[in-house]
Structure formats: C-alpha cells, structure tokens
Nanobody, 124 residues
Framework: QVQLVESGGGLVQAGGSLRLSCAAS????????MGWFRQASGKEREFVSG????????SYADSVKGRFTISRDNAKNTVYLQMNSLKPEDTAVYYC?????????????????WGQGTQVTVSS
C-alpha cells in the first residue's frame, strides 16, 4: 500500500490561496488515481477533487470548481491541490487519498489509503 503525508495547510483570510501537497511513499504511486477529501467539524467527510494516474483526467466537487486545481508529479510521488479564492466554508481538515477508481464524484469506499490530514482554516 502507498503511504501518504499531507502538508501545506494553515490559516488564511477569505479570498486568499493555499497549496496543499501530498507526498507518497512506495513505488506504486503512479498506479493510483489520487484524490482530496475534506471534513469540516461536525460534518461528514466529502470528496473535493480527484486525478487519474496519468494526470489527464480530473474531477471536482461543484463547491470547488473554478477555484481549486488538482495536479500530480509522478516523478516526485506528489499530488497537489491549489486552492484559490478561499471561503470560510472551505475550512476543514483536508485528506489526501489513493483511490481504487476515479469518477465524477468519488465515494469514500473508493479510497485505498488515507493520509493523516492537514487543517485549513479560512477566516472571514
């Protein structure tokens, strides 16, 4: 299994930007579609974005379309989430995930492995 470690979270004002990174260990990283999920306090974990193993197919939740961009660098075993025009409702713990499959909306049971999460807080 691939092991995942997120970084890049923090506190930002509304309208600001952050870039999350997820470093993967293991030689099989390029075999996996990858995704980002988030969980706000008191709410269920939800899909944010996903990317195919080759990077040529991406998917986004409606709530982040046009503001977030997912990308990956297989040579560095890293997947990124560029978050622009952040809103207070984007506040959550963000989790990186290795996926069994990629679809327009990725359910939780598609996740093969989880990272430990990184906190993103957007102040108004």
């Amino acid at each position: 299994q691939v092991q995942l470690v997120e970084s890049g979270g923090g506190l930002v004002q509304a309208g600001g930007s952050l870039r999350l990174s997820c470093a993967a260990s293991g030689r099989t990283f390029s075999n996996y579609a990858m995704g980002w999920f988030r969980q706000a306090s008191g709410k269920e974990r939800e899909f944010v974005s996903g990317i195919s193993w080759s990077g040529d197919i991406t998917s986004y939740a409606d709530s982040v379309k046009g503001r977030f961009t997912i990308s990956r660098d297989n040579a560095k075993n890293t997947v990124y989430l560029q978050m622009n025009s952040l809103k207070p409702e984007d506040t959550a713990v963000y989790y990186c995930a290795a996926l069994r499959w990629l679809s327009d909306y990725v359910p939780l049971n598609a996740v093969q492995s989880w990272g430990q999460g990184t906190q993103v807080t957007v102040s108004s």
